[in-house]
């Protein structure tokens, strides 16, 4: 009974994990849509698109799905998606920023209200908390595949704003229009990158206790949950000794 309860539990665990990056794709295949109906289906002339695929390549996203999408906004199939954003703060102030692409402006919103009513947060207006953030493209490496000289200096070269390195990894900064070109640079001399996308970085931080930090990323798994929600970001930071304990 022991194998068989392993056994369930394990295929528990798949099930979930599949479901999971199922939800992903498909988010990632939202977006690519979505930029493709805004520009032109090539990448090469739409920034936009562009960095969606990049950031769909990076999650391992097979080629299919991504021709699939741009092809769905080349003949004006599927929903008409719309580009939402709320800005808010979360338990204990903290500032959250909700990227989502929806079909139904009315339902997004009541849904992302309700996550954040549910942690003691609040909605606020739009410009509320994004002046504490900046828009940049972002291109994450493991530590293993350069030393934090040779990862700054290649960034340097390929036209990147910053290069922070850390024994978890190297994370360089770009502008929103160079994300493409630096990341295939950095492409050809460390091979892929884990990550590449646009995305909020905060440009002023606040550091929560443990109780607080258990409170928000519970949260953000609520609206990483939600259909309708593309992106997630705050300004908060966590010392290495809670975030052991909260992953524990």
């Known amino acids: 009974m022991a194998g068989h309860s392993q056994f369930k539990n ?75 954003r709320y800005e808010g703060y979360g338990p204990a102030g903290i500032a959250v920023i909700v990227e989502g692409l929806t079909d139904n402006r009315n339902r997004t919103a009541s849904e992302v209200r309700s996550i954040f009513t549910k942690f003691g947060g609040n909605l606020g207006s739009t410009g509320s908390v994004s002046h504490m953030f900046s828009r940049v493209g972002q291109i994450n490496y493991k530590a293993s595949v350069a030393g934090a000289d040779a990862m700054l200096e290649a960034a340097i070269e390929a036209g990147a704003e910053d290069c922070v390195s850390t024994e978890d990894g190297h994370e360089v900064v770009t502008s929103v229009d160079d994300l493409g070109t630096v990341r295939d640079a950095l492409e050809e001399k460390f091979g892929g990158a884990d990550g590449a996308k646009l995305v909020f970085k905060p440009s002023v931080s606040a550091a929560v206790d443990e109780e607080t930090a258990r409170s928000l990323l519970k949260m953000i798994d ?23 304990k909260l992953s524990a």
């Open 10 to 84: 394990i295929m528990h665990r798949k099930g979930a994990q599949d479901a999971k990056r199922s939800k992903m794709f498909s988010k990632l295949a939202r977006e690519i849509t979505v930029a493709a109906k805004m520009g032109l289906p090539d990448p090469t002339m739409n920034p936009r698109l562009r960095a969606a695929i990049l950031a769909a390549r990076a999650e391992n996203m097979p080629k299919d799905n991504i021709d699939r999408a741009i092809k769905k906004a080349a003949g004006g199939d599927g929903e008409n998606y719309e580009e939402v």
């Open 222 to 244: 609520y609206l990483d949950d939600n259909d309708d929600v593309q992106n997630v970001y705050t300004n908060f930071e966590v010392s290495d000794e809670i975030m052991a």
